[in-house]
């Protein structure tokens, strides 16, 4: 790769700034899984502080970007040479008001294509920040998304074990739009100062993109009778939830402390369960009736989107004293509580010819409180911006999984000497 850049700035103040990418990647590989890409990227941006109108900053600007793939993997209704780019202009206004008012604006319009495949839209966001006290600040957002499906998304074409992976050129691009409203409020405690952040959001999409499981192909046993993944739009999803965040040091006599935790949880659902977001392909017998979001799932109840963790939590802590450092992390993960009902089927399958053993259901039906993580570490300082380190991740040597079938990481150690030049 190679990452050129230009930064000027003008006598009266305007900023200037060029930024450019070239970068190729070869990836040698059997089973037909070699690919290559290369990608070229390309930014100019401008930004003027206009003092006449207030303390008002504009930024300006303009993207392009392209990609060239070559890959046997992504041969679905190609032959594996795709292209795609994706270009944009952006404008966003940030003005202070009264000291104590940030108001912040911006429209940005993107124009993406995929071999002859195109489409370009607008997007807006907005956002203000209100400081209320001394140490007490509101602020909220407004904005849109719109994706636009990836050459692998549309035309990849493998297998995995019995399960093939069926391209999608029509896939459509998704859009959605964010709401965000929080409060953050600094504090004091004698020796130990720090803020508490609290924010609610909620994003709605439209043609939501998932992968999802249905009779795509042709009915024939040699090709699993036509079962499959692929990535299709299912219709509408909403995330909405809260989240908490501390941050704050301090000391205790002769040893400093700093502390950082956050909580974040979600309520992910489908808001078309009943769409019926694809047609089946003509086959003479159909395994599975036409994929809406209640008959592709292992547990539709309260429409939670599949393979979502709705709830995270973290927490730190470090004390040094003089040159000795010591710190423990906690993590939790809640379980998954939703999958592809036909992971669960294939599972408890009796019959020789549709059956793939994973162990999934009893994993499902047994997991359902979720996994907390400890993490250590302890280190000393030899000299002034030389520090060694011993660090264990996960020092309970916990068995899990944020997805069913996908095992995380062990216990693991490491020392690790930092050296500041």
């Known amino acids: 790769y190679l990452d050129p850049f230009v930064n000027y700035v003008t006598s009266h103040g305007m900023q200037h700034s060029v930024k450019g990418r070239v970068h190729r990647q070869e990836f040698d590989n059997d089973n037909d899984q070699s690919n290559s890409n290369t990608t070229l990227h390309g930014e100019y941006q401008v930004q003027q502080r206009v003092e006449a109108l207030g303390d008002l900053v504009y930024t300006a600007g303009v993207v392009a970007r392209g990609v060239t793939s070559e890959a046997a993997l992504y041969s679905g209704?190609?032959?594996g040479n795709n292209t795609s780019s994706n270009t944009a202009a952006y404008l966003q206004l940030d003005k202070k008001f009264f000291g104590t008012l940030s108001l912040?604006?911006?429209?940005?319009?993107?124009?993406?294509?995929?071999?002859?495949?195109?489409?370009?839209?607008?997007?807006?966001r907005a956002g203000a920040t209100y400081q209320l006290l001394e140490a007490t600040f509101l602020r909220a957002s407004y904005g849109q998304g719109f994706r636009f499906p990836t050459i692998g998304e549309r035309y990849i074409?493998?297998?995995?074990?019995?399960?093939?992976?069926y391209p999608n050129p029509e896939l459509r691009p998704e859009t959605s739009w964010n709401l965000e409203g929080g409060i953050k409020q600094g504090f004091k405690?004698?020796?130990?100062?720090?803020?508490?952040?609290?924010?609610?959001?909620?994003?709605?999409?439209?043609?939501?993109?998932?992968?999802?499981?249905g009779q795509w192909g042709e009915f024939s046993v040699a090709n699993l009778f036509g079962l499959g993944f692929k990535?299709?739009?299912t219709g509408g999803a909403r995330v909405s939830g809260y989240e908490f965040e501390l941050t704050g040091k301090g000391a205790i006599g002769n040893t400093e402390i700093m502390v950082l935790a956050g909580y974040t949880h979600t309520l992910p659902i489908s808001t078309t369960p009943d769409y019926v977001y694809a047609e089946l392909p003509e086959a003479p017998v159909y395994i599975k009736p036409p994929p809406t979001y209640h008959n592709t799932s292992s547990d539709p109840t309260d429409d939670i989107?599949?393979?979502r963790v709705q709830d995270l939590f973290r927490a730190d802590v470090q004390a040094t004293y003089k040159r000795l450092m010591g710190g423990v992390s906690v993590r939790y993960n809640s379980h998954v509580q939703n999958i592809?009902?036909?992971?669960?089927?294939?599972?408890?399958?009796?019959?020789?010819?549709?059956?793939?053993?994973?162990?999934?259901?009893?994993?499902m039906d047994t997991h359902r409180s979720g996994d907390?993580?400890?993490?250590?570490?302890i280190g000393y300082e030899l000299s002034k911006g030389t520090r060694v380190a011993f660090i264990v991740n996960n020092l309970t040597n916990v068995k899990y999984a944020l997805r069913p079938l996908s095992s995380e990481a062990m216990r693991s150690m490491q020392v690790q000497l930092s050296v500041e030049l």
């Not at 592809?340 to 009893?362: A, C, H, N």
């Open 77 to 79: 209704e190609s032959d």
């Open 104 to 124: 912040s604006g911006g429209v940005r319009y993107e124009q993406f294509r995929v071999n002859e495949d195109e489409a370009s839209q607008p997007v807006f």
């Open 305 to 307: 989107l599949k393979y």
């Open 231 to 233: 990535s299709v739009n």
């Open 157 to 165: 074409r493998t297998a995995v074990g019995q399960l093939n992976i």
């Open 189 to 213: 405690i004698g020796r130990f100062m720090g803020y508490l952040d609290a924010v609610v959001f909620q994003q709605e999409f439209e043609d939501y993109v998932e992968f999802t499981f």
């Open 340 to 363: 592809d009902l036909i992971f669960v089927e294939l599972d408890e399958s009796t019959s020789p010819v549709v059956r793939l053993d994973t162990g999934v259901s009893e994993w």
């Open 372 to 377: 907390t993580l400890l993490d250590a570490r």
